[in-house]
């Protein structure tokens, strides 16, 4: 009983948190554009504004309330917006997932530095393999 009311306190958390939303847009947003442009571009620019903006910030607001306790469904961003559909999950401690994957022929990364760039560049030149260079993506 106290799982379920829980999980309906949460929809209505996030109900909740999406009619503000739409209270913001109505009352805000799209009177101020539907004065000054067409009917058809203020709902175009509303629906960008409240799909990708005000519907993201306030999921991330939410996020900074409430931590959920199951494995996530998707990656997030250091920025903190969802990312990639997480495909494999790990369980064990880190020490436990570090020693599982060095028995496998897996290295641990080398941390993002400076240094570490310089280390790429060199092993680039001389055509040498680096195994445990960092993974570098777009931040």
Known sequence: MTLLFARVLKRLLVLLLGGIVVY?????????????VPLVFALFVTYLITAYT????AFRIFRLIYHPIHLPLYCITPDG?????????????????????????????DPKTPLSIVHQ????????SYPSAPIWTKA
């Open 81 to 109: 917006f969802a990312s990639d559909p997480v495909n494999i999950a790990l369980v064990g401690s880190r020490q436990q997932v570090i020693l599982a994957m060095e028995i496998a022929g897996w290295r641990l990364a």
């Open 24 to 36: 913001v847009v109505v009352q805000n947003v799209f009177p101020f554009l539907d004065n000054r």
């Open 54 to 57: 005000l519907i993201p910030l």
């Open 121 to 128: 560049v060199a092993y680039i030149l001389f055509k040498r």
